[in-house]
C-alpha cells in the first residue's frame, strides 16, 4: 500500500512539473510567431543559450543568402593562415581599382596604390563590413591554381560547417567551386543556415576554432562591429559579438548576446522584403531587434 501510494505522489509530481516545462518553448514559438506573422517578407531564426543548451529554431536549418556574414568565414581562414605560419599580419596589401566595389566600408573613397596590412583590411572588413577590403583578402588568400574564395569554403568544410559557401568575391569574379554550380547562383555572395551560423559562433565563443586565443581575437573583433541597428538595437548595456548583411531585400544578422541570463547566440535572416530601405529604421531591422529581446528572454538561465 505503501508502495502504491508514493507511486500516486510521484506520478502526481511529474504531471505537476511537465506543463512547465513544456510550456517554456511552447510558448516562446507563440511570441516569436506573433511577431513575424504579420511582416511582409520571409523570416528564418536559430537561437541558442550556449550556458544551457536551450535552443529555438524558425525555418532554422533553411539555406539562406548570406550577404556580409559571409564575411565571418573569411576571418576565420585569414586567422588559420596566421596560425599555420603561411601569412602574416604585417604582410603588405595595395588598393586597386580591380579590389573596389562600392556600399558599406571606406575604402572606395580613398586613393589607389594605398597599402594596407593583412590585420588592417581584416579589421575594416569586420569593423565597417568594408567590401573593398574584402576583396582585397579574398585576392590575397589566392593562388594561381586556387582561388581565395575555395580556401574559405575549404576551410569550413575542415571545421565542419557544410552549409556555409562563400560563391565569390564582393560584386564579381574569383568565383568558388560552390558559386559555379547552377542551384547556388540565387545566392550572390553566400549561403549558410542560421543553424550553422549559431553553431560558427558557439565554437568561436569556445575557443575552438583555429586556436583558443584566435577565436578570443576574433570575438573581440566582432564586439567592435561599428553598427547596432537589429539584434541589440535597444540594448547598449548588453555586450555583443556581431555581423551584419544586407541586399536591397535582406537583412541579416548573427551575434552573441552576452547577458546576465547567459550567452545567447542567435542568427536572423530576413528575406524577400517587398520595398528597398536603406535606412536605419529598416523593418527587418526593427523586427530582428524584437526578435532578439524575446528570444534573450525566453531562452535565459534559470
Known amino acids: 500500500m505503501k508502495?502504491?501510494?508514493?507511486?500516486?505522489?510521484?506520478?502526481?509530481?511529474?504531471?505537476?512539473?511537465?506543463?512547465?516545462?513544456?510550456?517554456?518553448?511552447?510558448?516562446?514559438?507563440?511570441?516569436?510567431?506573433?511577431?513575424?506573422?504579420?511582416?511582409?517578407?520571409?523570416?528564418?531564426?536559430f537561437a541558442k543559450n550556449l550556458?544551457?543548451?536551450?535552443?529555438?529554431?524558425?525555418?532554422?536549418?533553411?539555406?539562406?543568402?548570406?550577404a556580409s556574414t559571409i564575411k565571418i568565414a573569411v576571418m576565420i581562414e585569414v586567422f588559420a593562415r596566421v596560425a599555420e605560419g603561411k601569412a602574416k599580419w604585417t604582410d603588405e596589401l595595395v588598393l586597386t581599382k580591380a579590389a573596389r566595389f562600392s556600399g558599406s566600408g571606406i575604402l572606395p573613397e580613398l586613393g589607389d596604390g594605398l597599402r594596407l596590412t593583412l590585420q588592417d583590411c581584416v579589421?575594416?572588413?569586420?569593423?565597417?563590413?568594408?567590401?573593398?577590403?574584402?576583396?582585397m583578402v579574398l585576392d590575397y588568400l589566392s593562388s594561381n591554381s586556387t582561388p581565395g574564395t575555395d580556401s574559405v569554403n575549404d576551410r569550413m568544410n575542415l571545421l565542419g560547417f557544410k552549409a556555409t559557401r562563400i560563391m565569390r568575391r564582393v560584386g564579381s569574379g574569383g568565383e568558388s567551386k560552390a558559386g559555379k554550380e547552377p542551384e547556388n547562383k540565387k545566392f550572390g555572395l553566400g549561403s549558410t543556415t542560421p543553424h550553422?551560423?549559431?553553431?560558427?559562433?558557439?565554437k568561436l565563443d569556445r575557443g575552438e576554432v583555429v586556436t583558443q586565443e584566435a577565436s578570443?581575437?576574433?570575438?573581440?573583433?566582432?564586439?567592435?562591429?561599428?553598427?547596432?541597428?537589429?539584434?541589440?538595437r535597444t540594448t547598449p548595456e548588453i555586450p555583443m559579438a556581431s555581423k551584419y548583411g544586407a541586399l536591397d531585400a535582406l537583412r541579416s544578422c548573427v551575434a552573441v548576446l552576452y547577458t546576465k541570463q547567459g550567452r545567447i547566440a542567435i542568427a536572423i535572416t530576413v528575406d524577400e522584403m517587398p520595398a528597398v530601405n536603406w535606412s536605419v529604421d529598416n523593418p527587418a531591422y526593427l523586427l530582428m531587434s524584437r526578435l532578439s529581446l524575446i528570444l534573450a528572454d525566453g531562452l535565459r538561465s534559470p
Request: aromatic share 6%.
Open 216 to 232: 578570443k581575437q576574433m570575438i573581440d573583433l566582432m564586439k567592435r562591429e561599428q553598427s547596432r541597428y537589429a539584434i541589440g
Open 51 to 66: 550556458d544551457t543548451g536551450a535552443a529555438y529554431t524558425f525555418n532554422g536549418d533553411e539555406r539562406v543568402r548570406t
Open 123 to 135: 579589421r575594416l572588413m569586420m569593423t565597417l563590413s568594408d567590401n573593398t577590403a574584402t576583396n
Open 3 to 45: 508502495i502504491i501510494l508514493r507511486l500516486t505522489l510521484l506520478i502526481a509530481g511529474l504531471a505537476l512539473i511537465a506543463p512547465a516545462i513544456i510550456a517554456q518553448p511552447n510558448a516562446l514559438d507563440i511570441r516569436i510567431r506573433n511577431e513575424v506573422a504579420p511582416f511582409k517578407g520571409k523570416v528564418f531564426i
Open 196 to 202: 550553422e551560423m549559431v553553431q560558427i559562433l558557439e
